[in-house]
Every structure is written in C-alpha cells, then in structure tokens.
C-alpha cells in the first residue's frame, strides 16, 4: 500500500488485497461490508503551503500592529529577541489562527487561558497570517479576531485570491493540521517523550492507516459481541441445570438428561414445554417464550439506512443520479459523429459543423467524469438498499393465536418493511418489543400459577433454549468474523511496520546530526499494542546497554530526541505544509547540541521553509560560525507593548559583508584578499539572483517545486541571472546597463562572473568604475533585490 500510485483509492487497494487473499468468500464479503460503500471525491485540500508574513495586533505581548515579513519558499529564518520581547507571540499567533488553540496554553487554568488581549492595546486581539499556496499567484489570507464582550470568543476565515471571505474550515485543512502538525512550541518538545500513547498516535495518523484501523476496530467488535453470545447460553446453563434438578417432576428430570449432554436436542427439550398440555396451556407457553424484536439490531439497522439516506443525498447535490443518462446521450452523439465523420452537422438541430473536432473532446471528457459520478451514486443506491433490506430481514411474520392487541402490534411492525421512515421503524420495535414483554410477563405468571414448580421453570427452559439456538447462529457466524478480523490486523499491522520503518529511520538520521558526543544510541522505533495498550517504542541504549537512556538522559537530549521524532511526521511528502515553526528548540541545549540543531535545520531547510524562534543567542551565532545560509531577524520591545524588527543577517547581506571583512582585514598574508575577494562577490551577486528568481517564477503561479527544481538546474551564474531576469544568458549585461543607467552594472556582472577564476580581470572590468568594488557589488545586488 506504501506503493501505490496516487490514483489508487484506499477501497481499490483494500479490494485487490482482498483479490490476492486466500480469505474465504464469506469473509471477504464481510471486510467490504465494514469497508463501506465509495465516497464521493471531494474538493482536494491545499498542497504547497508556505508562510508569507505573519501580523499581530493586541495579541499577548504585543500591543500595536505589527508585521512579521517571511520568505514564503524553503530556507531557514531565525527570529530572535530576549524573553519577553515578543517574539514567541508570533509563534503562538500563527498556530492559533491555524488551529484555534495554543498547545502553550491549552493546558492550563483560567487564569492563562482567560484573555489573549495586551494590556497596553486595549482592543480586540487580531491576528492575520498570509499563506502562498503553490499554484495561486496571489497570497490566501488568514484571520483570527476575538469577538464578544469579553474577547472570549473567535472568529477565523480565510480570503483566497478572486474570493470572498470564507470560514477557515472551507480550506479542508482541519485533518491535514492534526495527522502533520507544522508547530513545535517549547512546552510540547519538552513533554513529547512522556507521553508513548500521544507519540504513537501523532506518528500512526501519518502513516496513512486511519480507515484501515477502523476497518480493525469494526471486526474486532463485532468478534467480541458474537464470542460474547456465543458463550452466554454455556455460561447460564449450569443454574437452570441446578433448577431442574430441585424439582419433582418428569419433565423437569427429562430436561436436566438432555441439557448435560454435550450437543443437546433443543427440540425434544422445547417439545416437553408443550406436551401434554391443554390448548390454553399450550398457547401460554406460546406466549411465554414469545420473542419480540431485538432492539439493538433494530437501533443499528435503522441508523444503517439513516447514513446512507444521508451519502445519497449528498451524492444528490452533486447532480450525479442524472449522470448516467447524461454520458449514455453523449456517447450516442459520439458514435453517430464516427458514423457520419464527413457530415459535423449536429442531427437534432442541423447546426453545420456543431460536431467537430474540439466537441468530440470536450463531450469525451464528459463521458469519463459523469461515468465516475454515476458509479458513486450507484454505490450510495446499493448501500441504501442493502441496508434497507437488511432492516426487513429484522421484521418476522406474527406467530399464530396472538391476543389481538399485540396482533395489531404486530402487524404495525410488519408494515414497516416498506421502511420509509427509521425512527418509525424504531419506534414501531420499541412498542412491540414492549408488548411482548408485557404478555411474555403476564403468560408466565399465568403458567406459574397453573403448574407450580414446572411452569416456573419451563419459560426459564424455553428462554435458555432460544438463548442456545442463538449462540448456534453466533457461533457459525464467529468463525467467519475472525477470519475477516485477524486477516484486517495482519495487513494493518504489517503495513504499520514497514511504512515505520522509514519514518524511523529518518529520525535516527536526525539523531545522529544532533547527537554530538552523547553516548546514547537510537536504534528501532515501533508501533506497538492496540486500544488502551497502543504506545510507541523507542529502542534506546547508553554505551550499548539498553533499555537505559530515557531515564539518564539530561533535558538537552530528550529535546534533541523529540524533535528527531517530530521532523519526519512533518517532513512527509503528504502533508500539504512546506513550512515548520519552532519556538525555543535551544533549551537546556549544551553547545555542541547547539551546533547539531543548527547543521540539522540547514539539512531540513532545503526541504521546508523552517521559522524557529529562540531568545538564546546561541543559536544564531553557531549559524553564523558553521557558515550556514539563513536569515535572522532580531524582535525587540519597547514603551507599552510597542514591537520593532530588524533584519540582523540575510544571505545576500551577510555575503556582503563577509567580503567587505576580508577586505579590510590587514592581517590576512599579502595578497589573499584579492584572489578570494571576486569569488565571495560573485557568491553574494548569485545569491541575489536566486532571491529574485523565486520572486519572479512563484508570481507567475509556478508550483514551488518546479519553481526550487528550475533553481537548482541553473549551474552558472549567468543561468542563475538567466533565470531571475527572464531572458538569456548573453543579455544579461545589457539588460542590467538598461534598467539601472550607464554601463557600472553590466560592468559588475561581468567582473563577478569572469573574475572569481581570473581575479585579475575582476579588477581590470571594474577599472573606471570607482575605486570600492564591494561598494558596487553591494550596489548592484540590492537594486536587484529591489526589482
């Protein structure tokens, strides 16, 4: 199933398992029951999704309105700022305007959770988070306002390019954001490991089993309840035996001989409760063991029909009852167009050239779309069907010499085979599971009073019998289920561990990045247990000895390890988020930890956009020493809750400025500086041209994978300046002379390109054109970013 093409549903793959089983018919066709009938296809959900900026007004520690700018592509941002600066409430805003809850504050008292407002802002929190989803040209936005007197209720929606605000919920992003969460604040990082039932399941939801499960969890009910019936009778039977041997009377002896065999003959059993017994009598015991709807099956069958009433009405609204007909219509144009190619005319209308080429393609893909919408209203009519039927199979004809009360009971139940009302049908069970109790009741007293000791035991007899005839049933049924059950929790357990065994092994990758020196060893990590005892278990040792590391590993670890286990759940291809945001990952952190969180964010930076927030400076200044490209802004506070942002380092000018440093480094050996300084401008200038060309390709509604695809197969630096400024490689010089005036700018380009193999013709190039090189790398590099 981990295989399996995209177009191949969860029933298609269920079905050819079932194909390739050597389960018995009975029990396949009892695994499709469970399975259900085909859903019709929804709106997909959103993929591609990047942060685009992030606004903030009245929201915790922030007071006036505040923008939060984000590269909406992969890469890493750090923002940074000393507790209480504000910066966390950027983080917490966005998974609140996302989710509508804080995994920081969920937990706690009123008193954390009673007010989101500033105390400096006294106005309605708001908070709006722009999200570039891949294919739309235009960004979607988010917002979160806090409504009522009390500022205690929310509003979120969202207004996507060309639309009108929307509830949030109309993204389809609600599942998608509990099975591949994109947020990892501090309080659930350091909690992570304590909890093996929470971790098994947040990595289960991603491993794409969740129908499978249930599949699972339906059998295995149903097994439960028919062992359950099954042995009820078995279980009973020892004091209804101590009954009948109390009592004085053949029939009663005859009984006990019978029932302590082994298979007894119910028969000849039920025979002795009518035997020699007057018409009255014998119609008592009629009566007495007389036996109304259960009402259980009742209740299950009604709300059986009741959901698939409701599939068929929502096959309905999407117009696919009248699909069938309508593809059956084109096909018979299509074919009389084959027949008559010379003559487009349309034979209804005569309207010359109304069949021509484009029609013929347009009325094919007609064809295959209204197939697809008839075959799930066929689908909805079938289960609606089977259902129904299945509730008639519940509805027995009366037996005969009813009292005429209950008669006419009874034959309100039998008119409610036509089934058109469910709580009719309920409800007409429900009177006549009541009447037959009540004369069930009132034919035994009689019978008590009549025989004595035997009549009090016969219904006992009679109601065993019926008990044990039942367990019969249960028991032939039994066999069947199991099959069914144990083949479902083989699949789903051995798809659970191979779809796992990848999952961990990416974490142990991450493990072994931040390890540093630790002497502890991640080794498998399973899925394991159902229900109550269901848990995730890590294969853990310190210097080889296992089962030991948890318990001796300090805090800078567990943190390490629990975002080596987050990584890979939101890291997964299915998830439609391309961006992650970490709060505070650094705590308790030792350096060389620092070092290896800073390495892996590089490492996952290439596949995601990664936001971390983190008041610890240790974070951007291993960043900084280790050479890896990210941009750090830093969040500062001032008088009442008042937010400023600066950039402190972006790549292009942190390139920059590393050129400038050796250039004025008088310590380096003569001569060094001018052979390395061409090659750190030209890094710098590329760099740029990166920035402008994801600018440019994800404006013309570009898929974000296309767009990184089309960056990384541009080699040289006049096909990355190609590349951003849409023309070719030859015109680049020119063109840069055009836009930005004189001939200083080809002239830079090209000591950039040509100069970092040849230094001396960087120099040579930019003769005449000022005596600051960087000055004019610098230059040309922001204007561009200014495009």
């Known amino acids: 199933m981990s295989s399996s093409p995209a177009h191949v549903t969860f029933h298609d793959e269920i079905r050819a398992r079932l194909e390739e089983s050597e389960l018995p018919p009975d ?160 309080a659930e990082l350091g909690a992570a490991l304590d909890k093996p039932t929470e971790i098994h399941d947040k990595i289960s939801a991603i491993l794409g089993l969740g129908q499978l499960a249930e599949i699972c969890k339906a059998l295995h009910e149903q097994t439960l309840t028919l062992t359950k019936t099954a042995r009820n009778a078995r279980q009973s039977l020892p004091t209804l035996l101590s009954r009948l041997s109390a009592i004085d009377d053949p029939r009663a002896r005859t009984a006990h001989i019978e029932l302590s065999k082994a298979n007894p003959d119910l028969t000849a059993v039920e025979a002795l409760l009518t035997g020699g017994r007057s018409e009255e009598q014998q119609k008592l015991h009629a009566l007495a063991g007389l036996i109304g709807p259960d009402m259980q099956s009742v209740r299950q069958a009604a709300n059986r029909v009741h959901f698939a009433r409701r599939a068929l009405e929502q096959v309905k609204n999407t117009a696919a009852e009248d699909a069938q007909a309508r593809a059956d219509l084109l096909e018979l144009a299509l074919a009389h167009r084959r027949r008559h190619a010379d003559d487009p005319s349309c034979p209804v209308c005569e309207t010359p050239d109304k069949l021509d080429d484009s029609w013929a393609t347009r009325a094919v893909e007609a064809v295959i779309r209204l197939r697809e919408e008839a075959a799930a209203a066929a689908a909805a009519v079938d289960e609606l069907q089977h259902a129904v039927e299945a509730a008639a199979r519940l509805i027995v004809d009366p037996p005969a010499g009813l009292p005429t009360d209950l008669a006419l009971v009874w034959h309100e139940w039998t008119a409610c085979r036509s089934f058109t009302d469910p709580a009719a049908f309920v409800a007409a069970g429900e009177r006549l599971a009541g009447e037959c109790s009540a004369v069930r009741d009132t034919a035994r007293q009689r019978l008590s009073d009549q025989d004595g000791h035997w009549q009090r035991v016969a219904p006992e007899v009679a109601a065993w019998c019926h008990e044990a005839r039942t367990a019969q049933t249960a028991k032939s049924r039994l066999a069947i289920v199991k099959k069914a059950d144990n083949w479902a929790r083989e699949l789903h357990d051995a798809l659970r561990a191979e779809r796992m065994a990848a999952q961990g092994q990416e974490a142990r990758v991450y493990w072994q990045i931040m390890r540093g020196q630790s002497n502890v060893a991640l080794g498998e990590i399973r899925l394991a247990g159902r229900g109550y005892q269901r848990r995730a278990e890590l294969e853990v040792s310190v210097d080889d000895i296992p089962d030991a590391a948890l318990g001796v590993m300090s805090q800078g670890e567990l943190h390490a390890l ?112 001018p052979v390395v300084l061409p090659g750190m401008c030209r890094v710098a200038l590329e760099t740029a041209f990166v920035e402008v060309a994801r600018r440019r390709l994800l404006a013309q509604g570009i898929e974000h994978a296309d767009t990184e695809r089309r960056i990384a197969d541009a080699r040289s630096t006049g096909e990355i300046a190609a590349l951003a400024l849409d023309i070719a490689p030859d015109q680049v010089p020119f063109h840069l002379d055009q836009r930005f005036g004189g001939t200083w700018a080809g002239a830079v380009y090209r000591a950039c390109n040509q100069g970092s193999h040849n230094p001396q013709r960087f120099y040579a190039i930019l003769r005449g054109h000022g005596d600051d090189p960087i000055g004019n790398v610098t230059s040309l590099a922001r204007k561009l970013r200014e495009v």
């Not at 709106?43 to 591609?48: D, E, N, Q, R, V």
């Not at 750090?78 to 305007?97: P, W």
């Open 27 to 186: 029990a396949k066709e009892l695994v499709l029951a469970t399975l259900g009938p085909v859903q019709p296809r929804l709106a997909p959900t959103p993929s591609g999704i990047y942060l685009g900026a992030i606004t903030v007004r009245g929201f915790r520690g922030i007071g006036r309105a505040i923008r939060l700018p984000l590269s909406p592509a992969n890469g890493l941002t750090v923002v940074t700022g000393r507790n209480g600066s504000g910066k966390s409430s950027f983080a917490e805003a966005v998974e609140m305007a996302l989710t509508g809850e804080n995994s920081r504050w969920k937990d706690r008292s009123q008193v954390w959770t009673g007010s989101y407002t500033n105390l400096h802002e006294q106005v309605s929190p708001e908070i709006e988070v722009e999200l570039t989803i891949s294919g739309e040209i235009e960004p979607s936005v988010v917002n979160l306002t806090w409504i009522g007197d009390k500022h205690n209720e929310t509003l979120a929606t969202v207004t996507r390019p060309g639309r009108s605000a929307a509830p949030l919920s109309s993204l389809g992003l609600a599942d998608a954001l509990t099975d591949f969460r994109p947020f990892l604040p501090y």
């Open 562 to 673: 629990a975002l080596s286990l987050f990584l890979p759940r939101a890291l997964v291809d299915r998830s439609p988020f391309r961006f992650l945001v970490v709060d505070d990952p650094v705590q308790s952190m030792d350096p060389e930890k620092v070092d290896g969180l800073a390495e892996l964010l590089e490492e996952v930076a290439k596949r995601r956009q990664v936001v971390v927030f983190t008041h610890d400076s240790r974070l951007p200044e291993a960043i900084h020493r280790l050479g890896i490209q990210a941009t750090i802004m830093e969040v500062r506070r001032g008088e009442r809750s008042r937010i400023d942002i600066s950039v402190d380092y972006d790549p292009v000018e942190r390139a920059l400025k590393e050129a400038r440093t050796i250039a004025l480094n008088r310590r380096l050996p003569e001569g060094v500086g």
